[in-house]
């Protein structure tokens, strides 16, 4: 059993309280229960490298969101005071509840937290803004829900707004496996070009390229191919289907 199994099974119910809460915004593509995993994979990574207790950044990271279930508003606040309420219930000391009540209303963008703990929860949750799995199911279901983030928060969010160093290198390799091509996607986008006017050859370039990876003899199998591509994405746009390009070789496979 890992370090973090045991935090798990330590501390079953009430992470288990919170995941059930959350669940309440999973209609919501950026603070789903997909975003609250991201912010908790994050900070395993940070703790890595940073030392701090496991245990306190774990059960934040868990709870720094569950306040949403309420308010979208001051949301911070909201997720301590029912976290404080929920650890009592299950009998935590004074001095943990304390400990992690901090750390996850210390959470916001402006807040600078006092601990250690705070600090990396604080962090794990911006380094979200692209994590991956709120970047997927935007990028697949409503693409426009990360314009704010592309456009306000990435350009200042490495330097003026992530603390940890360790952070910034998350964010840097990370930016770079799958962010920049969308960024430059969107600002294609925004230099004017037309996408449901120019959607249909946009995806046959899209699927050109694609097939130009493949020995294609067949001109009427490639055609096939193209078409089908145009049928399956006529009601969603470029952004998102170049993104599912990889998952058509088993169409190019089945053509007739």
């Known amino acids: 059993m890992d370090i973090y199994e045991g935090i798990y099974n330590k501390n079953k119910k009430l992470i288990d309280i919170a995941i059930e809460k959350i669940k309440v915004c999973e209609d919501d593509p950026l603070h789903f229960v997909g975003h609250t995993i991201d912010v908790v994979n994050y900070v395993k ?54 400990q992690c009540y901090s750390a996850v209303v210390n959470h916001k963008r402006e807040c600078i937290p006092t601990t250690i703990e705070g600090k990396i929860v604080r962090d794990a949750d911006i380094i979200a803004y692209i994590g991956r799995n709120r970047w997927k199911r935007c990028i697949e279901e409503e693409p426009e829900a990360l314009d704010k983030i592309i456009e306000v928060y990435l350009p200042i969010l490495r330097e003026e707004i992530l603390r940890l160093q360790y952070s910034k290198d998350l964010f840097d390799r990370d930016m770079n496996l799958y962010v920049k091509e969308y960024i430059e996607i969107i600002k294609n986008k925004k230099e004017g070009n037309n996408l449901d006017i120019n959607r249909e050859e946009n995806i046959k370039d899209c699927y050109s390229n694609f097939i130009s990876n493949f020995d294609v003899s067949d001109k009427q199998k490639f055609e096939s191919i193209i078409n089908e591509a145009i049928n399956i994405f006529s009601k969603i746009n470029r952004n998102t289907a170049i993104y599912l390009i990889p998952s058509m070789k088993e169409l190019y496979d089945n053509v007739k």
């Open 45 to 98: 990574e940070l703790l890595e490298k940073v030392p701090a207790n496991k245990e306190i950044c774990i059960i934040a990271a868990y709870w720094h969101d569950v306040g949403r279930s309420v308010t979208d508003k001051g949301h911070e606040e909201e997720s301590g005071r029912i976290l404080k309420e929920e650890m009592s219930k299950l009998g935590y000391s004074n001095e943990m509840i304390e």
